[in-house]
Structures are given as structure tokens and as C-alpha cells.
């Protein structure tokens, strides 16, 4: 009841004082707070919540398999995507102190060698469909293809090279997301998956 009363008082806060919240917020990320009338009130920032309709007939307590197995590949794939989009920045932003591009080309060439040697293992367990999701996982988080990734950072020869080998496999670097057409399904477990909800 305590917990309660206290996220309707911070609610309720947050509501009528908007205007002066947005002035008073703290500078501390970790616990912001707003002032009101003299009294510091704790808030929480909270990430998006999705509500969507309740999927399969009525009634129907079966799930199907097809969507458990989609909901164990994004739960398997979805921390490499987020671990790639990481390591772009941070890749991005050591190469921007890097004085020349001599040194950013060794760094980059380095850095492939020492990426393929930690995860080549990880990624020679994973499945043609959990491979293919991967790749559009990363579309989703870079808002860029692995492709034009890898050309941007490796150049167009390397790129083209792993293109072909990922050909090899049926797949293909230049495969784009789209959360509004044939990923769309797959888009409401990544939001789920993301929310912690599954």
C-alpha cells in the first residue's frame, strides 16, 4: 500500500506541476526530483510501455510453436544487436583521438581480428534463422544495414566479402528491418523482449 501512495503521489505530481517540473528537475540521473510548493518530491523516469491486442482466437490457451521459437531467437540475438550498436559508438568515438588514417585503419583492422576471434564461437552456434534475425536486428539498432556498416568502417572490398559469404548461407547483409511490414510481428517481441515482459 506504502509503494502505492507513493508512485500516486509522484504521479499526481508530475501532472499538475508539469510546467514547474520541467524547470526544477535535478541534475542527479539517478533519483530526479521535482520541487513543489518547498517540498522535493522524488520522481522516476519511465521507458515507453506498448499495449497491443491480445493475439490468437479467444479463449485459446495453446500457444503456438512458431512464436515461441521467434521469441527464443530474439531473446538470443537481441543482446549481440545492442552489443554491435555499442561498440559502433565506442569504435566511432576512440577513432575520432586516432591522429591519422593510418592509425585508424590498423585500429580497425585489429579490432575486426580481435571481434572474429571472441564471437566466432558464439556465432557459429547460432542458426541460418537466428543468423538472418541478427542481421535485421542490426538494421533495427544502427538504423543502417550491416552492409553499409561494414563499408563505412572496413571499406567497400571487405564489405562486399563478407556479403558473399554471408550469401553462401542464403543470407544477406543488406537485408533492412521493417517493423511495419513483414518484421511486424517480430517487432512486438523485440518491444516485449525490451519492456522485460517475456
Avoid at 150 to 178: H, P
Wanted: charged residues 25%; hydrophobic residues 40%; contains cysteine.
Amino acid at each position: 500500500m506504502k509503494k502505492c501512495s507513493i508512485f500516486i503521489i509522484v504521479f499526481f505530481s508530475l501532472t499538475t506541476g508539469i510546467a514547474q517540473a520541467q524547470t526544477d528537475f535535478s541534475p542527479d540521473n539517478v533519483a530526479p526530483y521535482i520541487v513543489r510548493d518547498g517540498d522535493t518530491i522524488r520522481t522516476m523516469l519511465m521507458s515507453d510501455i506498448y499495449i497491443y491486442p491480445p493475439s490468437g482466437s479467444a479463449g485459446n490457451t495453446e500457444v503456438d510453436p512458431r512464436y515461441l521459437k521467434m521469441v527464443r531467437d530474439v531473446k538470443k540475438t537481441l543482446p549481440y544487436a545492442h552489443l554491435i550498436y555499442n561498440t559502433l559508438i565506442e569504435t566511432y568515438e576512440y577513432m575520432e583521438t586516432l591522429p591519422n588514417d593510418k592509425a585508424k585503419e590498423a585500429h580497425l583492422k585489429q579490432m575486426e581480428k580481435d571481434l572474429w576471434e571472441e564471437y566466432k564461437p558464439v556465432l557459429k552456434k547460432l542458426t541460418l534463422t537466428q543468423g538472418k534475425l541478427l542481421i535485421k536486428l542490426v538494421d533495427r539498432e544502427c538504423n543502417q544495414s550491416s552492409y553499409n556498416i561494414l563499408k563505412a568502417y572496413l571499406g567497400s572490398f571487405r564489405a562486399g566479402f563478407w556479403n558473399l559469404f554471408a550469401s553462401l548461407f542464403g543470407a544477406s547483409l543488406k537485408t533492412e528491418w521493417e517493423p511495419d511490414g513483414k518484421d511486424a510481428a517480430t517487432e512486438r517481441i523485440v518491444q516485449l523482449v525490451e519492456m522485460g515482459v517475456l
